[in-house]
């Protein structure tokens, strides 16, 4: 197997990086301090193997019980951990396509087979997303999706997740960016998995932190798989101190959205069509031009975009919602190329 | 299944913990000054995958090619991933007992059997723990191992890594308190990994930092299971600057190792068999007495030390080199019990 292969990561300042969803701002200042803290409180004792303080704060924010969360080293951490508890090799894992490649890279990394259900051509999902299967036994739904951008509502992940045999995780990487969310939906269904990065919306994807919600005795069964301690002393002070400031995330929020928006119109006078979205990244085709010529120059002029191209469906760019500077300069090469 | 449980972790500053191997003094303050240069530089860009500054430092410093090596989130995690890279389901998976529990829940977690060898009662390796077996695929040598603090020499590790038909992972997480190591030996032999851990004598287990050693095909593998961004920004600079101060570390060694050898000899004077360590912690039996009352006296008192009952091997108990005048509290609290 080949693998799940991330976005270019340069090792320089001097490029206009919108290719991995990357929030363009910097994090709360709560951060910095809460690390400064925690480096004087020293680092040579284990840190709390469930993250307790992230879980009592995040529990005030969110309006969930403390127990009902489980953090992790990233949600790739998360979804690692479901996919190991939830599959065994030879089972099979649902995936929508085209979404997040690395869902089916962890079915690989578990033997396990997996299942990509076509979204309609308008990215919502097909009544066949929530059939029964021999096998199946779980079911990632990227929301909002990655790259469309698009939702599921959740009263539609509620009635999906009551048809299917196996647990439902909901990977709300990008959620803080759009309108509604499922995390309200665990209660009333256990097979409903909810799962969080703080690496986008509260621009912390240096730190590795993410959460799943779940109900207690899904979170206790998950608590088995994990490292013990998956997340270190920097990151839960981190961590905490980020999502205790949620007038930052109010402020920051504000800011990528409307980028976005702008960017989206503007693409759409470019002449691309554009996929409305709710995440921190615009999806666009060309009815006319190929992509990848553009995505090509870009990048030779220093401006990453993501190029994908998913064979059965089509190719298109992927474009992060960076500060409104590096947005102003993409649109400028862009414009000067069609 | 139950799940492995690590030991205590008291949310207090109260207790004397000697209990899981944590190194009672702070790091470098070269750590400090590195995560607050980490902090300034922000957070908000996913960090270098493969933790090139730490593998650029370490191949200084271990004179190892940076490609041999793979970082990861604590060595539980290069564990994790050994384990997934290696061994299937209904496959086998070989450890020392009695060793380090948490092998066998690898083993479990994969749907994997294990197969637990018996160390000889001199704690040296029998003959068997180098034979073949049906679908024997990994093999864990803890070394120096725990709770016993003995190591198996180099020459012994290349012949048994050379008699096995699969790969045998030396877990070297105390390996800087012991008189050799077998970092040279995954030249000699494309079986042996190494994996280490910025835990213990670096004083950062609340960093989760680790790394293995092995040779580059073998990495290259390993890479394909790892997540992706697997080491955030703040622990990969700060990794960098701890094994990159070498001073420090030789100091804290020659205290650990001062202090464990009054603790040896103050034990033994007490009556407990002691056995000689190379590791940050001893194991102790009694001849005479059960040591379980002693443990939960202790405990009461606000000392935690950890029992451990093998079942088919007995019992003890392993202490942590700790500060000296937690050993002192230590030493006293058992002079008065017996």
């Known amino acids: 197997m080949a693998g799940y292969v991330p976005g270019e990561q340069p090792g320089t300042d001097r490029v206009v990086k919108l290719n991995t969803n990357e929030n363009p701002y ?45 953090c992790g080293n990233g949600s790739d951490d998360l979804l690692t951990i479901v996919t190991r508890a939830a599959v065994g090799q030879g089972q099979l894992l649902r995936l929508p396509y085209p979404s997040y490649i690395l869902y089916k890279t962890l079915a690989e990394l578990q033997g396990a087979r997996s299942e990509e259900v076509h ?69 009333r269904c256990e097979k409903i998995l909810v799962s969080r990065t703080l690496s986008k919306s509260y621009a912390l994807a240096g730190l590795r932190f993410g959460y799943v919600v779940a109900q207690p005795h899904v979170i206790e069964h998950l608590v088995k798989v994990k490292d013990s301690y998956n997340c270190d002393a920097l990151s839960i002070a981190a961590a905490t101190a980020a999502i205790g400031d949620q007038v930052w995330l109010a402020d920051n929020r504000a800011k990528i959205l409307a980028t976005r928006a702008r960017l989206a119109e503007s693409l759409g006078k470019l002449g691309f069509k554009v996929t409305p979205s709710e995440a921190n990244f615009v999806w666009v085709t060309h009815p006319e031009q190929p992509v990848r010529p553009l995505f090509e120059r870009l990048k030779q002029q220093g401006i990453l975009v993501r190029y ?31």
């Open 119 to 187: 979204f309609n051509h308008d990215w919502s999902l097909p009544a066949t997303f929530g059939k029964s299967a021999n096998d199946l036994r779980l079911v990632f739904l990227p929301n909002p999706n990655s790259p469309s951008g698009t939702v599921a509502p959740p009263e539609e992940v509620l009635d999906l997740a009551e048809r299917l045999p196996c647990p439902l995780l909901v990977d709300e990487a990008y959620v803080d960016f759009a309108q509604r969310n499922c995390l309200d939906l665990v209660a």
């Open 308 to 338: 994908m191209d998913y064979p059965g469906w089509g190719d298109g760019l992927r474009i992060s919602v960076g500060a409104d500077e590096q947005i102003d300069v993409c649109l400028q090469r862009l414009a000067a190329m069609m």
């Open 26 to 70: 910097r994090c709360s200042p709560a951060v910095d301090r809460a690390v400064q803290e925690a480096l004087e409180r020293g680092l040579q004792r284990y840190p709390n193997p469930m993250g307790e303080a992230f879980r009592q704060k995040a529990s005030e924010v969110l309006g969930v019980p403390a127990d009902w969360m489980m």
